[in-house]
């Protein structure tokens, strides 16, 4: 069986890529290689190159475990920020219908 390629959108190819590039910048600004930021993900130096790329097919958990490594803050929030963050969203999600169901179409035929 071959591999299925998928496509993403421009906006998705281009946020991959701003937070690969902010991985390499901070990686370099505290003078690692990728081999010592592989080692400390545990994963090969070629998934931390593929992070740097911004292939969007790495793991998103390993993405924003580099980035949270580097110091690269994800959703423009703190450390201590995020649980909150994640608390608030959290319940508004829980105020919104647990299960959404497509519109039924009431289809005019009678021309």
Known sequence: MSKKTRSFMPMTTSAVALLGTQI???RRER???AAELAERL???????ARIE??????????VFEA???VGVPLFSATEAELPQLVDAARHRLALLPARVWAP??????NF
């Open 24 to 26: 390499a910048q901070a």
């Open 31 to 33: 003078v690692w290689t």
């Open 42 to 48: 545990d994963v090969t130096p070629y998934t931390v």
């Open 53 to 62: 790329r911004g292939v969007p097919t790495v793991a998103i958990g390993l």
């Open 67 to 69: 980035a949270a490594l």
């Open 104 to 109: 039924d179409l009431d289809i005019d035929d």
